[in-house]
């Protein structure tokens, strides 16, 4: 079931968290930039792994915390142009977006979470409209048995329980 809900992401019970990245992404914007403070080893373990596996924009490559939170970076942007330096990520298109939902709906049919939290994926850096990525969220999540918390509206400090 997914609820859309207005508030702090971070202070979120769900098991897992989704977000939209762009390979070699430096975590330095918006929500990555959160979860890079909150968890630092998760910016450097993303960064390692560009370096070996040179993702490509549309997959998607799960970290876990020690809490066991899983953090799913979903590549749903161009990477920033050359291999060096903090030059932004490209564009996010609906076709990257399409693909990492599709990989996301895999990995957890594969490996169950018991619940969700992800942020209105690809609408704030360099952004898409909600209007065109909401269908793909309600088509590739919207039938799992588990609850979804799409979080339309950050609020600083406000948790939201999970229904």
């Not at 490209?90 to 169950?112: F, T, W």
């Not at 269908?135 to 939201?160: C, F, M, N, S, T």
Request: net charge neutral.
């Amino acid at each position: 079931m997914i609820q859309e809900v207005h508030g702090d992401i971070l202070l979120t019970n769900a098991a897992a968290i989704a977000h939209g990245v762009a390979p070699g992404d430096h975590f330095d914007a918006g929500l990555a930039l959160q979860l890079r403070g909150e968890w630092p080893a998760l910016a450097r373990d993303f960064r390692h792994h560009c370096h070996a596996a040179h993702p490509a924009p549309g997959g998607l490559w799960t970290w876990g915390a020690a809490n066991g939170l899983r953090i799913f970076n979903l590549l749903t942007q161009e990477p920033a142009p050359g291999e060096h330096g903090h030059a932004k990520p490209g564009r996010a298109r609906l076709e990257y977006v399409n693909h990492a939902l599709r990989a996301l709906r895999k990995s957890i049919d594969a490996d169950p979470v018991a619940s969700l939290a992800l942020p209105r994926i690809a609408t704030a850096v360099r952004a898409l409209d909600w209007s065109e990525v909401r269908p793909l969220v309600v088509h590739h999540l919207g039938d799992l048995a588990i609850p979804i918390q799409v979080y339309v509206e950050y609020r600083k400090g406000v948790r939201v329980p999970l229904s």
